[in-house]
């Protein structure tokens, strides 16, 4: 595992780190970006936002920049909060479009925190997510694809066992949306299947529908054809749409 430590200069430690922090657990997060990790790092610190996060990790290496012992300002959770003043935040890159440099980038955070648990004695309980906090929908895709599954990657590290991933059981014929989809300001196109091979229709910018999950990364959608009361099941590539 390739770690790269870049130095937060001390002038910025108003700004991005202003107070000491014994750490006691590890926020995830997802960059909603398609930056590297040492762009997200450098960004970060060149920039005078009030943002900010400890380590970034992509598809090839762990950059961090700001000091573990001090605190970073990334759970939305106010000046006391604490995931803000007691959490070491982790950014996972490449989650704006996913695919297969996000898995690896996950797998490689996976790594990288079971390495982090291991250092400070820590069991995976110490593993949060910026949700727990703001009630932000962050690490947006590593929820799409499962909270639980990137545990169990923690876990597999840890030689722990790993615990049952949770799936709806639609076997009963239920025919109960579970969440809602509202697209974006673009056509998305519906398909038949998961791959994305056959397109069967569209949303219009802004449409909203029934959203039974999200299967293989796909979103699955009970959408009205334009102008008919007839309704299509299909699946959709955009997940930022699911709610
Ligand atoms: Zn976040």
Known sequence: MQITNV????????????????????CVHNTANDASAMSEISYMLGNNNKTSFHAAVDNERVVTGLPFNRNAWHSGDGGNGKGNRTQIAIEICYS?????RFEEAENL????????????????????????????YCPHRTLDLGWERFL???REQLGLQTQPVEEKDYSGGSD???????????????????????????????ESCDCFGIFNGRPMVRYKVDGSSNYKIGFAKWTGGVK
Do not use: F
């Open 109 to 136: 955070a996976a790594c990288y925190i079971a390495y982090l648990l291991k250092q400070s004695g820590w069991g995976i309980e110490k593993v949060s997510k910026h949700q727990d906090y703001s009630n932000k």
């Open 176 to 206: 109960e949306p579970v969440r809602t989809y509202v697209n974006g300001s673009t056509i998305e196109n519906i398909y038949a299947d998961t791959s994305l091979t056959k397109k069967i229709g569209y949303l219009n910018p802004r």
């Open 96 to 100: 704006k479009s996913g695919g297969e």
């Open 152 to 154: 169990n990657k923690i």
């Open 7 to 26: 130095t937060c200069p001390t002038s910025k430690y108003s700004i991005k780190c202003p107070y000491e922090m014994t750490p006691q657990g590890i």
